[in-house]
């Protein structure tokens, strides 16, 4: 048996860009046979939704209520995982952060004011994984590949042109991790993405393993 996972997803409490809410996200998420999901809001120095918020405790406070809305909708048979996709001042460049605990992101300030070399050595110190997301997209930068742990090879967002067919070339000549996702905003984002797991999985640090070692399949489009 195989359990789906969306590993790429934004929620309208915290993303600006989100149109549905935590709740809805994992309603819909339920209904096409999904095991969970990793909610992967905006993570960036530009504060929640464009307000900035200077102190951190509230920063991470403000950025986990996306991820605590639908962790409240979980259930035994569908699991909701915690994630970011950070930005960091250097570039236009998005990562995702597989593996991170709340905790984490208290114990890390500002970790969204660094850049990917220093953010890399302090995810890697954790055992959180980083993943460039939509590498290949108009205005997407090439960074040092030894930065980063794999690249998301499937974007689903129809709204962007990802070039996944390329990211996915170029994350096979890199030797690194592949990952799908539906990039989920919108309703037409939905259930465009993610990986088939062969276990569950009941944390961000269990998935971050699977990931590492290969354990899954990638979902490419519904």
Request: aromatic letters at 10%; glycine letters at 8%; charged letters at 25%.
């Given at each position: ?112 004011s660094t850049s990917l070399r220093e953010c890399s050595e302090i995810a890697h110190r ?67 993405g993610g990986v088939w797991l062969e276990k569950e999985v009941l944390t961000a640090t ?17």
């Amino acid at each position: 048996m195989a359990y789906l996972y969306e590993l790429h997803c934004h929620t309208s409490e915290v993303s600006g860009c989100g149109k549905i809410c935590a709740a809805d996200v994992v309603k819909l998420l339920k209904e096409n046979n999904y095991s969970g999901v990793v909610i992967t809001d905006h993570f960036t120095s530009g504060g929640i939704k464009g307000t900035p918020i200077t102190d951190w405790k509230n920063y991470v406070d403000a950025f986990l209520a996306g991820y605590r809305a639908a962790k409240a909708h979980a259930t035994q048979d569908f699991h909701v995982l915690l994630g970011a996709e950070i930005r960091f001042p250097e570039n236009d460049n998005d990562y995702l952060l597989l593996g991170i605990t709340e905790q984490f992101l208290y114990d890390n300030p500002h970790l969204n004011s660094t850049s990917l070399r220093e953010c890399s050595e302090i995810a890697h110190r954790n055992g959180v994984l980083i993943v460039q997301a939509h590498p290949m997209r108009n205005s997407m930068t090439i960074m040092r590949p030894e930065y980063l742990d794999g690249y998301e090879v499937y974007n689903g967002n129809v709204r962007h042109n990802s070039r996944n067919e390329i990211a996915e070339a170029w994350a096979t000549l890199n030797g690194k991790i592949k990952t799908s996702g539906s990039d989920f905003h919108e309703y037409e984002d939905l259930a465009r993405g993610g990986v088939w797991l062969e276990k569950e999985v009941l944390t961000a640090t269990e998935l971050a393993t699977e990931l590492k070692n290969g354990k899954y399949t990638l979902k490419k489009t519904k």
